[in-house]
C-alpha cells in the first residue's frame, strides 16, 4: 500500500478525519469519553454519513494550502514559498470562526503576500513552538518523499515552518511530519523512524545557517526538540539501530497514556507544541499497528490537542495501511472531499515523475 496513489489519497482523507474526530473529542473534553472509543466510533459508522458533522478545522484547511501549494507550477522553491504564502493568508481569512493555533495566527498575520522579496520571511517568535507547523507538512514529505529529494525536504519543511512558527520547537515539527510521511512512502520500517528523524536534524541546522537569519535565537532553543525526542525514544528502547521493537509499559490504558502524553509536552497538555503532536501520533501508530480503531484510542481521544495529533496520526496511518480498516461512513460525507483525494493524486503524481 505504501507509495501507490491509493496511500496518497487515504493520506489525506484519513488526516482530515483524525483532525475532525480530534476537534470534536476536544470539544467534548469533560465527558467521560475515553473509556468509551469503541462505543464512540461505533455510535458514529451507524449514524451514517449524512449525519457525520465532519467538517475540517484549521489544521486540515492548512495541510490542503501545503499541499496545493506543492502541486502548482513553480519555477524555483522561492515561487513555491510565496504560493504558499498566499494561501495561508487566504486560510486564516476564510477561518475567523474556528480557533486556530495562536502562533499560527500570529504568524500568519507577519506575511506579506505583496512583497516579492520577503514575502515569506517573518520575525523570530519566542511564542512560536505550537503544533501548527507540523499539522500542515505531511504533504511536504509527499512530495518530496524519494531519498535523493532528501535536502529539497529539508529546505521546503522548515521554510514552510518558519513561515507561520518561527521557533526551533515549532518548524523541527514540520520537518518531522514532513520526513515521517516520507518514510511512510519509502515503506520504511516504522521503529526506525524518530531515530532517523533526528539523524536529519542536522541538516536542518545546517540549512539555517547558510539561510543566516536568526541564528542566536535559534541556537537557544534548538536542544530542547532533540532532547525531548532523544529521552521519548530511549524510553521506547528503539534510540539505537539494536531496537527494533517498541518498549511499551504492562498497563498503558487511557490513564497511563495521558499521564505519558503530559509528561512529554511542556505545558502539561498533550500535543500543544511542535515536539510533541508528532511523538504522540507517532506513538499511536508504533501501538496501533493496523488497527484504526486502536489508533483513534491513542491519538483521537485524548484531553490534550487531539485535533492536532489525531491530523498527523491519521494522515501516516492512511500512507501505511490506506482506508481498508476504516468505516467509510467516516469519510464519505468528509467536507472536500473530492479537494483532498484530488490533492493526495496530485502529490504521488508529480513525486513520482520527478525530474
Known amino acids: 500500500m505504501a507509495g501507490s496513489m491509493e496511500a496518497f489519497q487515504a493520506a489525506m482523507l484519513l488526516g482530515a478525519v483524525g483532525d475532525s474526530l480530534g476537534c470534536r473529542n476536544a470539544r467534548a473534553e469533560g465527558r467521560a469519553r475515553r473509556a468509551s472509543v469503541q462505543e464512540e466510533l461505533r455510535r458514529l459508522e451507524e449514524l451514517g454519513p449524512e449525519s457525520w458533522p465532519a467538517s475540517v478545522s484549521e489544521n486540515t484547511a492548512m495541510h490542503m494550502a501545503t499541499a496545493a501549494a506543492l502541486t502548482t507550477d513553480y519555477w524555483c522553491l522561492d515561487d513555491l514559498y510565496r504560493e504558499m504564502v498566499k494561501r495561508y493568508v487566504e486560510v486564516l481569512e476564510k477561518l475567523p470562526e474556528r480557533h486556530a493555533d495562536p502562533a499560527t495566527v500570529q504568524g500568519c498575520a507577519q506575511l506579506k503576500p505583496n512583497n516579492y522579496l520577503l514575502a515569506w520571511h517573518t520575525p523570530f517568535n519566542e511564542k512560536g513552538s505550537g503544533f501548527g507547523a507540523a499539522t500542515k507538512a505531511m504533504c511536504i514529505g509527499m512530495r518530496y518523499w524519494q531519498p535523493a529529494r532528501l535536502q529539497t525536504l529539508v529546505e521546503v519543511s522548515v521554510e514552510c515552518g518558519r513561515m507561520t512558527h518561527n521557533h526551533p520547537t515549532g518548524f523541527l515539527g514540520s520537518l518531522c511530519t514532513a520526513l515521517f510521511a516520507s518514510y511512510a512512502a519509502q515503506g520504511k520500517p516504522l ?29 537557544e532553543h534548538w536542544f530542547y526538540f532533540e532532547a525531548k525526542w532523544q529521552f521519548y525514544l530511549e524510553e521506547r528502547n528503539i534510540s539505537e539501530d539494536t531496537g527494533n521493537e517498541a518498549a511499551f509499559p504492562n498497563q498503558y490504558d487511557a490513564d497511563e497514556r495521558e499521564k505519558a502524553y503530559k509528561k512529554w509536552s511542556s505545558e502539561g497538555r498533550g500535543g500543544r507544541r511542535g515536539h510533541d503532536a508528532p511523538m504522540i501520533a507517532y506513538d499511536a501508530l508504533l501501538g496501533a499497528g493496523d488497527s484504526w480503531v486502536e489508533l483513534c484510542q491513542r491519538a483521537m481521544f485524548h484531553g490534550g490537542e487531539s485535533g492536532a495529533t489525531g491530523c498527523i496520526a491519521g494522515c501516516l496511518f492512511g500512507l501505511l495501511h490506506g482506508l481498508g480498516t476504516v468505516p467509510a461512513s467516516l469519510y464519505g460525507a468528509l467536507e472536500q472531499r473530492s479537494q483532498l483525494e484530488q490533492l493526495g493524486a496530485a502529490l504521488y503524481r508529480l513525486s513520482t515523475e520527478e525530474k
Open 191 to 219: 521503529v526506525q523512524w524518530g531515530r532517523d528523524m533526528l539523524r536529519t536534524v542536522p541538516l536542518a541546522e545546517e540549512y539555517c545557517k547558510r539561510s543566516i537569519r536568526h541564528l542566536a535565537e535559534y541556537q
